[in-house]
């Protein structure tokens, strides 16, 4: 069937494809992706043959367009390097302009490392919040984590290993208590999932250097947490 279909790949362990998503792959003339090597090397796993094109979030809309119009008339996937497209990785715009312009978006569910982290950490799954990458500089990652400071919902973050100390640092100062999980290298040899204070993680991590890609989760505020003070709230109360 034409149409455009959102293929989620494994995050590491290569026997997480789905059955659906092979045959789909396998029926597709043209697979967009982040990276064509990356796509290429678990096409040649998977022994499937297809066209590829590197279509990351720094693609004009000219390129985007000639694939919703190759998806107008038969199969064409998009993938991302590892996971779901889309999830913290690009592909909201190509499907937007998809739906936009009739054709038919089919999404073909699989691994995602922020799904698969939640299941496993035992911190509350009722409600989440996924919030993605923080920023990287200090006083911005701050801000953001202030922002989310009300949220009653299990906070679930991507984070690279070298960050991971300063921002599990940064969750301490801020929430001292909440209850913290670090789940890393999912699907993969050296799975592991560790949870506590971000005080006593950040004081693991500093010992043992974490290797790999991680989620982070912060459980939601207890009933007593103290609120953050926003000083920019303050300010503006103060000059109003
Ligand atoms: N679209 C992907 C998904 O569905 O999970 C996420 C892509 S994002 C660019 C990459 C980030 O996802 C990594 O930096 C890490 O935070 C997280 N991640 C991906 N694979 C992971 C794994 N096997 N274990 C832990 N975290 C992972």
């Known amino acids: 069937e034409p149409g ?21 792959l396998q029926g597709c003339a043209l697979i967009a992706c982040e990276d064509t090597r990356v796509t290429g090397k678990l096409l040649k796993h998977l022994g499937i043959k297809a066209r590829l094109q ?73 409600r989440f919040l996924f919030a993605g990458f923080l920023p990287v500089k200090d006083k911005a990652r701050r801000d953001t984590l202030e922002g989310l400071a009300g949220i ?10 070298p960050r991971l100390e300063r921002t599990l640092q940064a969750i301490a100062e801020l929430w001292p208590e909440r209850e913290v999980a670090v789940a890393r290298e999912l699907t993969k040899l050296h799975e ?35 609120p953050v003070l926003d000083t920019d709230v303050l300010l503006r109360a103060a000059l109003a």
């Open 4 to 24: 455009l279909y959102i293929v989620a790949t494994p995050i590491g362990n290569l026997g997480d494809i789905t059955l659906r998503a092979i045959a789909v």
């Open 192 to 226: 592991e999932c560790r949870s506590g204070t971000a005080a006593s993680l950040a004081e693991h991590y500093a010992a043992h250097p974490p290797k790999g890609e991680i989620v982070l989760l912060v459980g939601p505020p207890g009933e007593d947490e103290a």
């Open 54 to 126: 590197r279509l990351d979030d720094h693609a004009s809309a000219d390129a985007r367009a000639r694939v919703i119009d190759e998806a107008r008339v038969s199969p064409v996937a998009l993938v991302s390097d590892a996971g779901t497209p889309l999830i913290s990785d690009p592909g909201y715009r190509l499907v937007r302009e998809a739906r936009a312009s009739g054709v038919t978006v089919t999404s073909i569910p699989g691994p995602c490392a922020a799904v698969s982290a939640l299941a496993m950490a035992g911190l509350p799954s009722d």
């Open 152 to 161: 009653a919902a299990t906070l679930v973050l991507y984070e690279t290993a």
